[in-house]
Every structure is written in C-alpha cells, then in structure tokens.
C-alpha cells in the first residue's frame, strides 16, 4: 500500500497518510522520524494494525509506526489530529 502524508500532529506523534483507494490511515510514530507533508510512504499492508514497519519512498528510510487506523474518512481525520 502506498500513500502520501497529509497531516502531521507532531505534539502527539500522528500522522495521516492518504491513500489512493482507501481514504487514510493514522500511525502514531515510534521513536524520532523525520517525516514531512507530502511524503510519499509504503508499508506491506493496508489492514494491520498495531506495531509495523514502514518506507518513506521520500527519504528511502524506513521507521516504526503503531497503526492506529485504517480507511479513515477526511472527516475523521480531523477528529484524530485534534490536539488534546
């Protein structure tokens, strides 16, 4: 699965990735990534969820990630990066 980044709450590490078919997935980031809007991101599954390994094509790099959620709606989206 592939997507590209389209919001960052770096306060509470989140992350929403879209994607092409399937809306978005929110991962929380595990430990100091350097990950940046419109970074274009790969990971081998799009319903896992918990802790994964993913590639930043952006960067060649890959990170750890504990996905919180997949096929999430823009509106949704909104609720999860909401700061606290």
Known sequence: MNGRVYAILREHSLIAIETELH???I???LGAVDVEMGDEVSWDSELDLGRQVYR???TQRT???MVRSHMV???AVRQYLQPL
Do not use: D, K
Request: charged residues 20%; aromatic residues 14%; without cysteine.
């Open 23 to 25: 809306g978005f997935t």
């Open 27 to 29: 991962v929380e980031l």
């Open 56 to 58: 930043n094509l952006s």
């Open 63 to 65: 990170f750890e990630v």
């Open 73 to 75: 709606s823009r509106g």
